[in-house]
């Protein structure tokens, strides 16, 4: 069974870090590109970070950029965010996805942990 | 960056209703878009790949249409399970990957 599950979440203070992580199962990891998309409580969908297969290919949402970093080792069949200098508006349920093709885009992102929940706050 | 917008925002319908829900590319993709479906407190659910390429396993009365900047995802006869948000994502510029605001739609 394809399964990806994260781990990681918590609460923390406002400029303060956490890293997430997702295990990836089922499937051959490193044939695809992977992806973390982000949902404040009530709010809709939003694309945080995405990589490559090969990490060749990286890139961040600019509400992001320079804050968080997107990793992956495919020996382990794992991805992580690295979330640095958090604000309240970072706060939310944060997807681990996988993409249909190696590279980042053109297609979609077919499977879809079930979430780790971020909370920024004193 | 290319933004998506999605029209409506919510829609009412009843069981065996043709829905259609509409999205719109500030730029053209050509048919690099995909469809969504999430219920409350779960993940999404990929529906239709490259605008009109149906996810394995989705029920055929789910269609998707258009190329360039507009496009639609169609339900034929609305089930009792459709009643979900319904995203689209453009998938031609990375970065980035931008998600359409949502379509809620919701029992008449």
């Known amino acids: 069974e394809v399964q990806l599950v994260e781990s990681g979440g918590g609460l923390v203070q406002p400029g303060r870090s956490l890293r997430v992580s997702c295990a990836a199962s089922g499937f051959t990891f490193d044939d695809y590109a992977m992806h973390w998309v982000r949902q404040a409580p009530g709010k809709g969908l939003e694309w945080v970070s995405s990589i490559s297969w090969n990490s060749g290919s990286i890139g961040y949402a600019d509400s992001v950029k320079g804050r968080f970093t997107i990793s992956r080792d495919n020996a382990k069949n794992s991805l992580y965010l690295q979330m640095n200098s958090l604000r309240a508006e970072d706060m939310g349920f944060y997807y681990c996805?996988?993409?249909?093709?190696?590279?980042?885009?053109?297609?979609?992102?077919?499977?879809w942990g079930q979430g780790t929940t971020v909370t920024v706050s004193s | 960056d290319i933004q998506m917008t999605q029209s409506p925002s919510s829609v009412s319908a009843s069981v065996g209703d043709r829905v259609t829900i509409t999205c719109r590319a500030s730029q053209g993709i050509n048919s690099w878009l995909a469809w969504y479906q999430q219920k409350p407190g779960k993940a999404p659910k990929l529906l239709i790949y490259a605008a009109s390429s149906l996810q394995s396993g989705v029920p055929s009365r789910f269609s998707g249409s258009g190329s360039g900047t507009d496009f639609t995802l169609t339900i034929s006869s609305l089930q009792p399970e459709d009643f979900a948000t319904y995203y689209c994502q453009q998938a031609n510029s990375f970065p980035p990957l931008t998600f359409g605001g949502g379509t809620k739609v919701e029992i008449k």
């Open positions: 996805v996988k993409d249909m093709k190696r590279e980042v885009g053109y297609y979609g992102m077919d499977v």
